[in-house]
């Protein structure tokens, strides 16, 4: 039976400015949940408003209190329900996300065994790029990003952001995406980012003009809002289009797939509903014969990147690597390219350093 809940939020600086096409930020915001049941503790976490701490409190932590430890599923769905008047998509989900996660990683850990051996793997490791190259880096400072995913990392595959000051920069976006090919060589793929910050029609020329730089990964080239546009850019680039970032529940995901709107489908647990709905898109994309990738939180993405079937890879966003390394113990750091999840260590393996996090403390 579930003993307590509780949630905590941490505000941590960046090291510098960070900016992609469409927002910018100095400090990045985690929302921690816990989960105590049997004298065992489960994590999870989300990255969104403090505001998900009193979600978490006031409509939550209500129906998983006192509820059986191993009825994940049920759980979920009695927290789905606890939100509905107040909507699921946004910092309900962001909340119901955590939770599930939180409750997840308890039940391997009241069982003895990992995330992925609970779920059965498919592969012993998770292939993963690098993500980050953000808009507001000059370029001394994107080479060295580049330099360490590639010379020291050995990721086989990096992602910059473009579709700076919403698509106002194409000039530089373009002179941005040749300078990192020049950088990493031939041999590593290449992908970009707008975050929705082009036209169909902008996105096109983007890869069109910098068609030698041999983009092979376009994210958000439009708003993930535009369903028609994404496919209208997706029938015209060699590059594959991915979206889904926003996806908060199943629907959304069955009816991005549905529209062909993407070559592969980005899911990020933290928002989508947690692991338990994260099973059930991933099988929903496979069932349009589409890869799953999947969004920032790479931590928390290896164990069920490790037991999907149709998964592609996950995104070792550089901004969450360095708070994961900084508030959990055992944090995942690349092997040969690839995030391993732990076989020895129970759960998804990783804990709250109250101490490390408690000076950004904010709800
Ligand atoms: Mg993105």
């Not at 990096?158 to 041999?187: C, F, L, N, Y």
């Not at 546009?229 to 997706?234: D, F, I, S």
């Not at 990147?305 to 995104?315: C, I, K, Q, S």
């Amino acid at each position: 039976m579930i003993e307590t809940v509780s949630a905590s939020a941490y505000t941590i600086p960046t090291e510098q400015h960070e900016a992609d096409g469409t927002a910018s930020w100095d400090a990045t915001t985690i929302v921690v949940v816990t989960v105590t049941a049997g004298g065992a503790t489960g994590t999870g976490w989300t990255y969104g408003a403090p505001a998900i701490v009193r979600v978490v409190d006031d409509l939550l932590s209500p129906v998983v209190v006192g509820a059986d430890a191993v009825a994940v599923p049920a759980i979920w769905a009695a927290m789905v329900a606890a939100v509905r008047n107040n909507t699921r998509a946004g910092l309900c989900g962001y909340a119901v996300s955590a939770l599930d996660i939180a409750l997840w990683d308890l039940k391997a850990r009241l069982l003895g065994c990992s995330l992925s051996q609970l779920w059965g793997p498919v592969r012993p490791s998770v292939p993963i790029y690098g993500s980050g190259g953000f808009t507001s880096f000059d370029a001394d400072t994107l080479d060295e990003q580049l330099r360490t995913w590639v010379d020291e990392l050995h990721l086989p595959r990096v992602k910059i952001k473009i579709g700076e000051s919403w698509g106002h920069r194409i000039d530089r976006d373009v002179a941005r995406v040749r300078q990192t090919r020049s950088r990493i060589g031939p041999d590593v793929e290449l992908y970009v980012d707008a975050n929705g910050a082009y036209t169909p029609k902008q996105a096109v020329r983007l890869v069109t003009e910098a068609a030698d730089a041999d983009v092979v990964w376009f994210e958000e080239p439009v708003s993930s809002e535009d369903l028609v546009g994404l496919r209208q850019v997706r029938d015209r680039v060699s590059a594959d289009v991915a979206a889904g970032e926003y996806g908060y529940d199943l629907t959304y995901f069955a009816t991005m797939c549905a529209a062909g709107a993407v070559d592969c489908v980005q899911i990020d647990a933290t928002r989508a509903g947690g692991y338990t709905e994260w099973h059930r898109i991933a099988a929903v994309a496979a069932g349009h014969q589409l890869q799953v990738s999947a969004h920032c939180a790479p931590n928390l993405h290896a164990h069920v990147g490790a037991t999907t079937p149709n998964l592609r890879h996950l995104e070792y966003f550089s901004d969450h690597v360095r708070i994961e390394q900084l508030v959990f113990d055992n944090a995942l750091t690349p092997e040969g390219g690839d995030l391993v999840p732990s076989r020895d260590l129970q759960g998804h393996g990783m804990t709250l350093r109250q101490e490390r996090a408690a000076p950004y403390r904010v709800a």
